[in-house]
Each structure stands twice: as C-alpha cells, then as structure tokens.
C-alpha cells in the first residue's frame, strides 16, 4: 500500500472511532437528561429554603437582590412561568443546565486531545455526587457552573486564533458576563485565564491586543446593572459578600482541622478516586509545569492552582463544599488526558493507564447512586429527621403550608378580605410558607434589623393602604410578635400553634399564629429597643 493510501486510512479510522466516542457521549449525556427529569417528576421533594427564597425572588424580577446577582431568580422566573409554580419548575433549569453544561467538558477535552478522552472527562464529571446534586436542587451554582464550563470552552478556542476568532470572541464574553450575573466567583475565569495568558510563551502577546481586553471589560460591563442596583441600596450585596471573608476565632490547631474537614469534604463530593487522582495529577503537573504543553498548563492554571489557593483560604475560615466546583471540570479534563498518556509526568506507584479511569468511575457511579437512593431510603432505615438524613432540610415544609393554610381559614372571618400575612420568624420560614401556603400569598417579614439582613428587609412591608386589615402573624413556637409590630396593630391575639413532625426523631417545623386586628401602619425600625413602647393587649384566644 502507497504511504498515501496508509495515511487517509489513519485518518479514516482515527475519524471513525473519534464518532464511536462522540456518540456514546451524545447517548450519555441524553440519558442522564432523561433520568434526571424523570427522578425530579417522580421522586418529588420539598423544596429547601434556599429554593423558596430564590422562587420568591422570580415573583418580583429585579437587576439586583441583597445576597446574589440576580441570574438565580431569572432562571427560575422562566422556568416556572411554563411549568408553574411547583418544584418541578423551580428545579428543571438545575436538571438542564447541570447536563448540559457536561457538554463543554466534552468539547474542550475533544478539541484538546481525543474523543475518548472527552468521553472519560465527561463520564467522569457526570458521575460525581456534586454534580448529582448540584443538578436536582436549584441554586446560583447551576447557572454559573454551566456559564463557567462553557467560557472554559470558548475560551480556549479563542486563543486558537483561527478565522473565527472574533465568533469566540464574543461567545466568551457573553458566557462570562452571564456568569457573573449568576455568580461574582466567575472573577475567577477572568483572573486564572489571565494568568495563563500571562505564563504562556504561546499567547503571552495577547496582552498586547485589544481582543483580551475587549472580552474582559465586555464581560464586566454585565455587572454595570448590578453595581447600579448596590448603589441605591448602600452596597448591601458587597457588604454581605465581605462577611464571607472574615476570619474565624480559634486556635490555629483548630483552623488545621476544618481544614481538613473540608478537603475530607471534597473526597465524598467528587468520589475518592477521582478525587485522589484529582490531586495526585495535579500536583505532579505543578512539579512539571515547565515539561507541560500549553493544553495542560491551561488546565492546570483552571484547577488544581486555585484548589490549592482555596485551601490555603481554608485555614483561614470555614470553606462551603461548593466554593471550589468550577476547578474540577479542568481538573477532571487533566486526570484523563493523564490517564490516557498525553501528558509527560510520572507520579510513583500510579501508571496512567485507562483502566485507572474505569475505576474512578465505578466508584463515583457507586456513591452517585448512594445518593439518589439515600433520599428514599431514609423511611425504611429509620433515618428520617435524625442526624443522618441528608434531606432534614427539605422535609415537612409542604405540610407545614397546608396545615397553615388550613388554620387561616379556619379562623378567617368571612366577610373580611383576604387578611395580611406577617411574618416574625425568619426568612426560612417566610419563604417556604410562601410558596406552600395555598395560591402561594405574598408574605412580609418582620425582622426589625437597621441593616437588612435579607431580600424582605429591602422589600419592607405592604405597600398601598392597608388601614384597618387584619393580618395574620406567624412566629416561632410560644414567640410573641416583637413589641414593633404588636404596635403597629388595635390588638393581637393568639390564635394557634402548629406542630409538623419532621421524621421520626422528634424533630419538628412549630410556628404559632396570631390575629392582629386593625393594622395601623408598617412599624418604623427603631435604632434602639426601648421600654417606652406601648403594646396593645395579647392574649390566648378562647
């Protein structure tokens, strides 16, 4: 055979297997789509408080809330305005974005090195119980993991410098500026992209051209709305931001441990396996970085570096699991091109070879599975409520809606209107009362702080005038309505106590209702409690 003939046949099967790949990973990816929607319709759950809080953000659609960009609640605004108001609404942008967002993984490792590779990458990052979760339970890190993977992408592929560069360009700039309305750690894109333009002898010119700065200024001007809404509200979002930076009291010894605590964290989140290899390649890559092309110096500048700056923050203060999920998906990208022999590091006692990645993906598929079977397995092992139920958080709040739902109209007069509901208790239980109290009311929290401390306290009470209305208070168990708000009413009453049992350890979601008649006006906060306050009557109602 010619050496012509040798090469087009190379080729021909090096295209043919690349396909065999791509398609598993269409077939994995469309199936893993499918599972979770069908686990989201048909295992339902309630909706955990952070869920609630940001559903009841969708309902009054802003540029800007006290604690997040607002992304979160315009992904949910869309959603539920086609499916409705349930959980399934809320959750279906977490089920489709966390899926695909996988997709971008396949691509940047595909265009990296190989097909296989990509399929591995992509098997991989599906197979974590971070991405398991993060994909059934509707927070910021949905939007801005999936912005993240696809800038990532992008990103790459603009710095290839090929004919559709300015294409890139702009695909780049928009994901990031949307991730940065989903959430403010998508800076980190821009400062470790930065960093290997920087380091890298191949794309170092960059600097010196205007297409880098227009796709970073261009992706910070999305924030322009933002910043404009933190203005008028005295830099509430940023002051919040800041608090998680403070550090925490204790002994060195002690930050030592949570440190560890939260590494030991990330082996369960990722799987062991893969979290093992995850630091093993990647600390042999930073021992080699001057041996390591430019492919891999990318994905280890988006990954195992910030990791470890993570870390080093992590003996500072307590680090949130979810903080570092964006350097996986780069890191997972590097264990398998490792694994498949294309990167130039030897790390003791380990041999790359494929079938490391075969068992990095028995286990992860072992602990994905533990954990959608935990949540439907808690009845049966008798977990329910107790310490070991990793749902505590998202039970009982349906019923907690109804029975309160129930009471209200229990007590309701019927020739009054609908009466004002109040809430003294906490946005936790302002919001899921919002959304399942019957035809989801609009509630008002009452929390009499100077600086708010959530999105209510920027909302403030009912506007318009509502002289006169009865209002329905709900405070915790055997907690009185705080002196401002008994003032702002003729008289208060106590009607009821609720009690919904959470599992059965004794746990349970207890709130008690009063009637408030005549309402006076929304109460003013005091810069100082004081004993000057004239309170109406309380008593327990016969």
Known sequence: MKPIDMEVSSEITLSSESSLWTRRTLWLLGGLLLWRIAYLALCPMDLVHDESYYWDWSRQLDYGYYSKPPMIAWAIGASTAVLGDTPFGVRFPAVLLGTLGLGFIFLLARRMYDAQTAFWATTLAALTPGNGAMALIMTIDAPFL????????????????????????????????????????MLGLLVFGGLFVISSKEDRHEVLRPGLWLTAVGGLLFLLPVLLWNWQHDWITLQHTSEHFQRESGSWLRQVVVSLEFFGGLFGVVSP?????????????????????????????????????????????????????????????????????????????????????????????????????????TGPLNLAGGTMDPIV??????????????????????????PLLIVAAGREIASELAFYLPDQPR?????????????????????????????????????PPPPPLQAAFYQVERLTDIHIPVGHHGREHAITLWRGVRFQGWPEVEAKPTTQLARPEIGRRR
């Open 146 to 185: 999936f912005f993240w993977c696809g800038a990532l992408y992008t990103f790459w592929r603009m710095l290839e410098r090929d004919h559709l560069r300015p294409w890139w360009l702009l695909a780049t700039l928009l994901l990031i500026g949307l991730g940065l309305l989903s959430k403010q750690t």
């Open 393 to 418: 958080r998202l039970r009982g709040w349906h019923a907690l809606g109804q029975a309160t739902g129930a009471e209200i109209a229990k007590h309701r007069t019927p020739s009054q209107a609908e």
């Open 443 to 479: 509630l008002y929290l009452w929390s009499g702080n100077r600086v708010p401390h959530s999105q209510y306290d920027i909302w403030g009470g009912p506007e318009g005038d509502h002289q006169g209305r009865e209002a329905i208070l709900i405070t915790r168990l055997d907690q």
């Open 273 to 377: 396996v893969t979290f093992f290899l995850y630091l093993v390649v990647g600390l042999a890559c930073c021992a080699s970085l001057t041996k390591l092309d430019r492919r891999a110096k990318y994905l280890v500048l988006l990954s195992i570096v910030p990791l470890l700056l993570v870390g080093v923050l992590s003996l500072k203060q307590r680090i949130e699991l979810n903080w570092p999920a964006p350097f996986f998906p780069a890191g997972i990208i590097l264990v398998s091109a490792w694994a498949m022999g294309h990167l130039p590091v030897s790390i003791p006692l380990i041999s790359p070879r494929e079938f490391r990645l075969k068992h990095a993906a028995l286990v992860s598929l072992i602990f994905l599975l533990a954990t959608y079977a935990l949540p439907l397995a």
